[in-house]
């Protein structure tokens, strides 16, 4: 039988209710393996007892005929959900002492349908990166490695011998830490304990391209549902109008039966959408035959590797080989969405981050007054990354800037968004691009010079956020270095069935990519 930690949510459903394995077991082999992963820190709090609990209780559900959708399966949380009594950080030092008195309302979807909870993953700093290097708690490290390098088997001790044990920082050359590769971000926790095997799936969320870009990075599936499909209460916000969680699965079908539970309606979150939720697992069998999939001529940009402007062909191919028509179509203000994006959001996100004061949750340092307490409290809590996006923020909104960027960058927004809806009022039925222009980056590689270099990566990724819609990042294969690429579909606004039927073709034809052997344990 293939290891517990191996199945799919489908197959650990299946062997639950056949009884070939308890809900307490798969919970152990999790737990087990995540202890043994320590090195890749995707993991910021494991929760094994509390695993062990849920476990038992979805074993006596079990046991009386009561299962219900996600029974037993053992999950990862990113650390920006709130979760009761459980520490959550959102990757900040200035909430590493947080302990909310509430549940999120997608985490507390999840147990409701019998999810177990296995701990808090890893994420840049207030889901701020592309990397998940700004993380206050060391950054994430990949699973996979490039071939060139997975050859030397020493490369497990030399990540645990570089990881100093106080701060989970990397030390050493930066050459040689170069060579581990990044799992993207900011839910690099996510889809590297995914793609590792140390959870069957797990939530993330995506402002910007923070749930599909690491999909892309790891050879996982993730999807950021249509603004409003998933409900935002809980969880630590960045930007209101852009934030959406959504699950990172290992199959199209894991994240369609993960999105089911995790959305719907929520009275305590306005922008969610009175609207029922379908069944997504149904839709991955529907196929493409008569669908019309746009391919967008603007995303064809320079400096994109020529490997992942093959595959976005082959993407194609596969596509119309499976039935679909294809056609060329435009979204000509696609390229200022991504200096759009980094004036709608840093602006928001300075707004949002205003409550972190020293006052009401998290640090404090003491200051002479209360306005040197706050200085005090948010020069210490908050990193870089962190403080360029307020800077930036506050500049943008302040008197003299405001026309000139941020209402501007609104302007821009809603064309982008018409762009799109021009391409849908066509009868296109999903749009398929690249999910990012490269494959993993090293860490150490991007951005600590010139921030831009970091922000390039969401160029394929932030023009769905500011539109609103659906998108999907599904693996469609390897680079020459063995590393995994991914292809992005988007969808019509509260149409993610689409995706998971398109998706599961191009899954298909691809061929679900062998994760990394773990190298780290
Ligand atoms: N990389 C983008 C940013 O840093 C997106 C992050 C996200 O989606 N949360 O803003």
């Known amino acids: 039988m293939t290891e517990l930690t191996h199945l799919t949510i489908s197959e650990a459903r299946d062997g639950l209710k056949a009884k070939t394995f308890s809900a307490t077991e798969l919970a152990q082999a999790h737990i087990a393996a995540v202890e043994k992963a320590r090195a890749l820190n995707a993991y910021v709090l494991e929760t094994p007892e509390k695993a062990l609990a849920m476990a038992k209780a979805s074993d006596e559900k079990i046991a009386r005929g009561e299962a219900r959708a996600l029974e037993g399966i053992p999950l990862g949380v990113k650390d920006l959900f709130c979760t009761d009594g459980v520490t959550a950080t959102a990757g900040s030092k200035i909430l590493g002492n947080f302990n909310p008195p509430y549940e999120s309302t997608v985490t507390q979807n999840l147990w409701n349908d019998g999810a177990v909870m296995l701990g808090k993953l890893n994420l840049d700093e207030f889901a701020m990166g592309s990397s998940n290097e700004t993380s206050a708690y060391g950054p994430v490290v990949s699973p996979w490695l490039r071939r060139d390098d997975s050859g030397s088997n020493s490369l497990g001790t030399v990540l645990r011998s570089a990881r100093d044990s106080a701060t989970n920082t990397l030390q050493g050359d930066a050459g040689l830490l170069s ?42 599936v993730g999807i950021k549902p249509t603004y409003g499909r998933v409900s935002r209460w809980g969880t630590v916000a960045f930007a209101s109008s852009l934030d959406q969680a959504g699950p990172i699965a290992r199959t199209v079908r894991d ?83 991504l200096p759009a994006y980094y004036i709608v959001a840093p602006a928001e996100a300075s707004s949002n981050l205003a409550r972190y004061d020293g006052v009401r949750y998290g640090l404090r340092e003491n ?10 409290t948010r020069a210490a809590g908050f990193g870089r990354e962190v403080k360029r996006r307020i800077m930036i923020g506050t500049y943008v909104l302040s008197a003299g800037y405001y026309d000139a960027y941020y209402v501007r960058a609104q302007k821009i927004r809603t064309l982008i968004k018409r762009d799109f809806e021009e391409v849908y009022a066509q009868g296109v039925h999903a749009i398929l691009t690249p999910a990012t222009p490269s494959a993993a980056f090293g860490i150490g590689e991007k951005g600590s010079g010139d921030p831009v270099e970091m922000y390039l990566n969401d160029i394929f990724t932030v023009t769905v956020n500011m539109a609103g819609l659906p998108g999907l990042a599904v693996p469609a294969g390897l680079d020459s270095q063995g590393l995994p690429l991914g292809l992005q579909l988007i969808g019509r606004a509260f149409d993610e069935e689409t995706l998971f039927a398109v998706g599961q073709v191009i899954e298909d034809a691809a061929g679900r990519i062998a994760l990394p052997q773990p190298w780290w344990a």
């Open 179 to 220: 060579k581990f590769r990044v799992p993207g971000g900011s839910s690099g926790g996510s889809a590297a304990a995914v793609a590792a095997h140390l959870c069957l799936g797990a939530t993330a969320t995506d402002t910007g391209g923070s749930i599909r870009q690491p999909a892309a990075f790891t050879g996982t």
């Open 255 to 337: 994240a369609a039966i993960m999105l089911r539970s995790m959305a719907g309606p929520d009275a305590k979150d306005t922008t969610c959408a009175d609207l029922p939720v379908p069944d997504y697992e149904a839709a991955v069998t529907r196929g493409v035959k008569g669908l019309k999939i746009g391919i967008p001529k603007e995303y064809r940009v320079e400096g994109m590797s020529p490997e992942i402007e093959k595959l976005w062909q082959q993407g194609t191919e596969w596509l119309r080989a499976a039935g679909a028509e294809i056609v060329e179509v435009s979204l000509p203000h696609t390229k200022y969405a």
């Open 367 to 376: 200051g002479k007054d209360i306005a040197d307490m706050y200085e005090r």
